[in-house]
C-alpha cells in the first residue's frame, strides 16, 4: 500500500480522538457538596492516607480495590458539627473515566450520589436522579448486586456497575477511616 | 500498477475513510466495544440502537509473485432487544495477483475490483452479560453467500453458515478484556468453468463441502481513557470432501482500539505464525500455508453508532 493510504488509515483514529475529547462536566465540586449536604454551612478538605491493611479492608468489604491511598474526601459541617462526608471518585465507564461524589452521613449512610462528569454518550441514566436515588441510605452491608437492588442500566452496564461498586467502595472507606473520626 | 493506489485504491480507502469521517462529527453516536480485530466479545447492543461497521481486511504475500487481496465488508447492526443482536453486511472484494499460478487455487493473474462478493445475515444472542454476570457468553449464527472466490478472485457460488461461541471477561473494574472464541463454519461451493487453463491445470466445477473449525482469544488492556492496546490470535482448520484436512494456520499480532463518543477505530496486524496442510510447488516457506492464506494480514475497522 502506498503512503498516501497508510497516512489516512492512520489519520482517522487520531481525528477521532480529537473530536471526541470533550468532556461533559455538569457539576463542580462544591455544587456536589452543597446538593449533598445541604444542611452544611463550611467543606474543609480532609487529608487522608490510608495504609496497606486500610486498603485490604477496603477490598474484602467493597470487593474491588482502592486503586489510590489518597482519597479526595471533605468534612461537612453544620456549626462547627459534624454533618456529613463528600468523598469525590474516579470510576472506568466504556471508555472514560466517570466522575462522581457521595455524601456519607457520620453513622455511614449514603446521603446521594452526583455524577460530575460522564463522557459517554449513551447511559446517560447513571445521571437520572431516580437511578441515583436507589442508592440512598445504603450502608456499607448493604449488598450492592447490580440488578438485584440497583438496577443495570441498558447499554451502560459497564458504568452503572462499576459506579455501584464505587459508591460501596466509598462506604468501606468511611468505615475503615473516617467513621471514628467527629 | 499498484492496485491499492493507481487505479482504485487510493479513491478506495479513502472513499470508506472519508466516509467514516464525516459520519462521526455530526450527531450523538455511542461507542460500543469492538476491541479486537479477529475476535469478538459478548456484548450485544441495547435495544433500539443501531450501529456501522466498515471493515478493510489487506491480505498479502504469498511467497512468490505478487499477491494482494482487500476484503471490504459493510454491515449495519441493530439491537432487537438487550440481549438480540441482528445484523446484514454486503462485502466487496480487490484482488491483484500475478506471478504465481497454484493448481487447483490461483489459476490466472487477476487485477480486478472492487467488485460486490457476497451478503451476510447475522444474529447474536446474549446469555451472560460480562459486566453484570462476571462472565460473558453469546452465541453468533450468521449465513452467507459469496460469488467471487476469495482467493483467486474467480467467479463461484457458496453458501456458508456459521455458528461462533463468543466469551468475554472484565478484568480490573474493565481496564483490562479478556475474549475468547470458538467457531464452526461449513461451505458448499460450486466454481465457474474458467477458460484458457494452463495445460493439465485443476480447476474442479463439481460442488465441494468444506468445514472449518476455528479458534481464537485475545487480551486488551485500557491503556488510558478511550484507547486499548492488546495482542489477540486466531487458529483456523479447514477440511474439505475430496483432501480431507486441507489446511491449519495460527495468525497473532498487536491490536490498538480507540473508542469515544462518536465512533469507535480498531487496527490489528496479523501475521501467520505458523501453518500446514497443502502447500503449493515450490514453496519455500514450508511452515507456513500459503495457498488460501497469506503471509500477513492487516485489518481496520471502523464503527459509527447511532
Known amino acids: 500500500m502506498t ?180 | 500498477m499498484n492496485i491499492f493506489h493507481g487505479r482504485f485504491g487510493g479513491n478506495l480507502f479513502s472513499g470508506f475513510l472519508a466516509l467514516g469521517a464525516v459520519a462521526a462529527f455530526p450527531g450523538a453516536a455511542h461507542a460500543d466495544e469492538n476491541l479486537f480485530g479477529y475476535n469478538t466479545g459478548a456484548e450485544t447492543l441495547p435495544k433500539g440502537s443501531g450501529e456501522i461497521y466498515v471493515f478493510n481486511t489487506l491480505r498479502s504475500d504469498k511467497g512468490q509473485g505478487t499477491y494482494r487481496a482487500l476484503d471490504t465488508e459493510i454491515e449495519g447492526e441493530y439491537g432487537v432487544t438487550d440481549r438480540i443482536t441482528v445484523s446484514a453486511a454486503a462485502s466487496f472484494l480487490t484482488i491483484k495477483t500475478n506471478g504465481l499460478l497454484i493448481d487447483g487455487y490461483l489459476p490466472a493473474p487477476i487485477d480486478k475490483g472492487p467488485r460486490f462478493s457476497g451478503l451476510e445475515v447475522k444474529s447474536k444472542f446474549n446469555i451472560l452479560s460480562p459486566a453484570l454476570d462476571d462472565f460473558g457468553l453469546a452465541v453468533i449464527t450468521s449465513a452467507e453467500w459469496k460469488r467471487l472466490d476469495p482467493h483467486s478472485g474467480q467467479l463461484k457460488t457458496e453458501y456458508e453458515g456459521k455458528v461462533v461461541i463468543a466469551a468475554q471477561k472484565y478484568f480490573r473494574q474493565g481496564q483490562i478484556v479478556w475474549v475468547g472464541n470458538l467457531g464452526l463454519k461449513a461451505g458448499h461451493e460450486t466454481r465457474a468453468p474458467i477458460a484458457n487453463l494452463p495445460a493439465g491445470f485443476d480447476w474442479p466445477t463439481t460442488p465441494e463441502m468444506e468445514i472449518e473449525l476455528s479458534a481464537g482469544t485475545g487480551l486488551s488492556y485500557r491503556v488510558a481513557p478511550g484507547w486499548f492496546v492488546g495482542a489477540e490470535t486466531h487458529y483456523t482448520s479447514e477440511y474439505e470432501t475430496e483432501v480431507g484436512q486441507e489446511r491449519w494456520s495460527l495468525f497473532a499480532g498487536p491490536t490498538i482500539h480507540y473508542g469515544g463518543e462518536k465512533f469507535w477505530a480498531t487496527l490489528t496486524w496479523f501475521p501467520q505464525i505458523k501453518g500446514g496442510g497443502e502447500r503449493y510447488p515450490g514453496q519455500t516457506d514450508t511452515g507456513l500455508h500459503l495457498i488460501e492464506k497469506t503471509k500477513t494480514e492487516f485489518r481496520f475497522k471502523l464503527g459509527i453508532n447511532f
Do not use: C
Not at chain 1, 475529547?21 to 457539576?27: H, P, Q, S, T, V
Open chain 1, 3 to 182: 503512503r498516501f493510504t497508510w497516512a489516512s488509515l492512520f489519520a482517522v483514529p487520531v481525528l477521532a480522538a480529537s473530536s471526541s475529547a470533550i468532556a461533559a462536566d455538569y457539576l463542580t465540586v462544591a455544587q456536589a457538596q452543597h446538593i449533598l449536604v445541604p444542611q452544611a454551612d463550611a467543606f474543609a478538605a480532609f487529608p487522608v492516607t490510608l495504609s496497606p491493611a486500610q486498603l485490604t479492608q477496603i477490598r474484602q468489604i467493597s470487593g474491588v480495590p482502592q486503586r489510590t491511598a489518597q482519597p479526595r474526601v471533605w468534612r461537612a459541617t453544620s456549626g462547627g458539627r459534624l454533618a456529613g462526608w463528600v468523598i469525590v471518585d474516579e470510576v472506568i465507564g466504556k471508555h472514560e473515566y466517570i466522575t462522581y461524589a457521595t455524601g456519607i452521613s457520620p453513622d455511614g449512610h449514603v446521603l446521594g450520589v452526583e455524577i460530575l462528569s460522564y463522557r459517554e454518550s449513551k447511559g446517560g441514566q447513571v445521571r437520572d436522579v431516580r437511578w441515583r436515588s436507589l442508592f440512598r441510605g445504603k450502608t456499607v452491608r448493604d449488598k450492592f448486586k447490580l440488578n438485584q437492588d440497583i438496577p443495570n442500566i441498558s447499554g451502560a452496564t459497564l458504568s452503572s456497575r462499576n459506579i455501584t461498586d464505587g459508591v460501596k467502595r466509598l462506604l468501606a472507606i468511611h468505615a475503615v477511616a473516617l467513621a471514628q473520626v467527629r
